[in-house]
């Protein structure tokens, strides 16, 4: 049980900065997903939280105590690692058993918390295995095995589900979520997946080119992104970008771009108004870009539809405006068909504006 | 009889068999050799690729009239102390290379290679200059000595690529788990790397078995030679060879090596290929 902090932390590899001023405070019991794309200095964050890397300057604090200086086997954190790195001479069970042996607790506690933990991730017959008898699944619950029986205060997990198979990742990210239910200790978790962060995660860093990008509850970076990258980052399939031009006309604001005028309502563009450069990005999601039956004035745009791809329980539509291509989600029912024209009808409240020259979000 | 099998035939056993065939041939020679008189030997009337009265004066000769045992006992003496000796270095110096990463270790790494390069040949002058000086001339621990100088470059290069293969993930766990540094390596890295270190020791016995130049220019006493010195210096008499016990003596001391090969050859595949099975 511990509270993690971060406090300007920077690590640079000669010229290479990894990581830059980096803040963060992790609030005891949190589940926290770093997430961001490869290279973005987030498995570099949490091995400098595990000690397994040297911090260049700043300072990280587990339990309001400074750790930097510490080695990783007295930090009490524990962490599972991408490719599991379960020792393959030793048996499951001495796998689990061995940070306990080394700290030297009493042979009947060890047995006793093994057998714990091997319950609670349905390992038990598994003990007596090498590594290399067992399946990626299985080899994963074992790691995770060997972190829990420490009973640490802090978890590190890196990218722990990408070797496994999208079905299994789906069904050991909810394990995963119910063993932090249960255990109720802080987790540090590192992916690239955003889909991951986003149902695993009480609290989401989006981290780029080792920048912080923004911190916030899953639905929060969804609907309230704070720039660019982070808008187009978490969503599957990734929300539409477009350059367009703010005009005022007839007491209203409207978005120009490529052909097609919108109107922007009221309340947005009161606050869009005092912005004072007339090119602006904006993004819209997927499901924002619902059909429309008939083109409607300063509310629809016209598209060509090119592909579509039926998921079932959703149609998504590549289409294309001009020389820009969007993805509009629709209804299973859509008569939409390739080549043919279609009409989209916004929604306008949910548009995300961005500044063209910094890509920070404008509302 | 498919195509199949005819191409097989063609392109895998003919030339396995005529490499095979090439690389025994000696044996075979050598052991008839063993099992022929001199009369034998000599008369060319005879075909000479079967023995035709066995004898087995040539191996009483070897055991009787030279110090053979004595040699062999020398041999493995040399041979194993120098095995031990190269590999504890090289353990060491091969983890401390790839894993601690310190500074200049890449230059070190290379320059210890780099002292692998010089032949044998041009150097046992200058270490003869050392093994002088270290009052140790015409005894074993020369040898003992000398042979770590080949060993351990060649050890801590083979070692190198097999630590390179373990992921360091496994010892980053181990040091969260609570291990040392030295923990690491003697619970982790050690067991993992078994099967290279035994390759690693095969081969560094084997190169000292079959050791010939620093054995000859070292040592001078009968009683001190290792098995293949002695074989040449006592059973070849200026132009006169005793091709008997000579290959007698060889067939007798190619047999250690062939054991050690054919006791850990699984290992040794293994360690050769880096193949570590998770």
């Known amino acids: ?363 | 009889m498919s195509e199949k099998f005819i191409e097989r035939m063609i392109k895998f056993y003919l030339p396995l068999f005529i490499f095979l065939f090439f690389l025994l041939f000696p044996f075979y020679w050598m052991f008839i050799t063993a099992f022929k008189s001199d009369a034998e030997l000599y008369n060319l009337k005879l075909n000479p690729f079967f023995i035709h009265e066995p004898t087995f004066k040539n191996i009483l000769m070897l055991f009787k009239a030279t110090l053979f045992n004595r040699w062999m006992f020398n041999t493995f003496f040399v041979a194993i102390l120098a095995t031990i000796l190269s590999l504890s270095a090289s353990l060491l110096a091969a983890y401390a290379i790839q894993r601690v990463r310190f500074r200049g270790s890449g230059p070190i790494g290379i320059s210890i290679f780099f002292g692998y390069l010089v032949p044998p040949t041009i150097l046992f002058i200058p270490l003869a200059t050392i093994i002088f000086q270290l009052k140790i001339w015409d005894s074993l621990w020369s040898l003992v000595l000398i042979y770590p100088t080949f060993l351990i470059p060649f050890c801590t290069w083979l070692l190198m690529g097999y630590f390179k293969s373990i992921p360091k993930e496994m010892e980053e766990c181990a040091m969260i788990d609570g291990a040392s540094r030295l923990r690491v390596f003697w619970q982790i890295v050690v067991p993992l790397a078994l099967p290279g270190i035994l390759s690693a020791g095969i081969f560094a016995f084997t190169l000292s078995w079959n050791e010939y130049l620093y054995a000859l220019t070292f040592i001078s006493t009968t009683t001190l030679k290792t098995a293949p010195v002695g074989l040449i210096t006592e059973l070849v008499r200026g132009d006169v060879y005793h091709w008997g016990p000579l290959m007698t003596g060889a067939l007798l001391a190619s047999v250690p090596v062939a054991l050690v090969y054919s006791f850990f050859v699984e290992h040794y595949v293994a360690g050769m290929t880096g193949a570590l099975k998770e």
Not at chain 1, 226 to 253: D, H, R, T, Y
């Open chain 1, 1 to 363: 049980m511990a509270k993690v902090v971060m406090e300007k932390l920077n690590k640079h590899f000669g010229e290479v900065k990894a990581v830059r001023d980096f803040d963060l405070e992790i609030p005891d019991k949190e589940f926290v997903v770093l997430v961001g794309p490869s290279g973005c200095g987030k498995t570099t964050t949490l091995r400098m939280v595990a000690g397994l890397e040297d911090i260049t300057s700043g300072n990280i604090y587990i339990d309001d105590k400074i750790v930097n200086q510490l080695p990783p086997k007295d930090r009490d954190i524990a962490m599972v690692f991408q490719n599991y790195a379960l020792y393959p001479h030793m048996t499951v069970y001495q796998n689990m058993a061995f940070g306990l042996t080394l700290r030297k607790f009493p042979k009947a506690e060890i047995k006793q918390r093994v057998k714990e933990a091997a319950e609670i991730l349905n390992i038990g017959e598994l003990l007596e295995r090498k590594p290399k008898a067992l399946s990626g699944g299985q080899r994963q619950r074992v790691a995770v095995g060997r972190a829990i029986v420490r009973k640490p205060k802090v978890f590190l997990f890196d990218e722990p589900l990408s070797n496994l198979d999208a079905k299994l990742r789906v069904q050991m990210r909810v394990e995963l979520k119910k063993l932090h239910d249960r255990l109720q200790t802080t987790i540090i978790y590192v992916t690239h997946d955003q889909v991951e962060a986003m149902t695993m995660g009480d609290c989401i860093v989006v981290m780029k080119d080792g920048l912080k990008q923004q911190v916030g509850a899953p639905l929060e970076l969804y609907f309230r992104p704070a720039n660019k990258f982070v808008a187009g980052f978490i969503g599957s399939p990734a929300m539409n970008f477009m350059e367009g031009e703010l005009l005022s006309e007839q007491g209203g604001l409207f978005l120009q771009t490529m052909g097609f005028k919108l109107k922007i309502p009221a309340d947005k563009a009161a606050k869009l108004k005092s912005y004072p450069e007339k090119r602006v990005i904006f993004g819209i999601r997927p499901e924002d870009l619902p059909e429309a039956p008939a083109s409607i004035p300063n509310e629809t745009i016209e598209v060509m539809v090119e592909v579509l791809e039926p998921l079932g329980s959703e149609v998504y539509l590549d289409v294309k405006v001009g020389e820009t291509s969007l993805i509009a989600r629709a209804e299973p029912t859509t008569k939409a068909k390739p080549h043919f024209k279609l009409y989209l009808q916004p929604v306008l409240e949910n548009v995300r504006f961005f500044s063209i020259r910094d890509e920070r979000a404008l509302l």
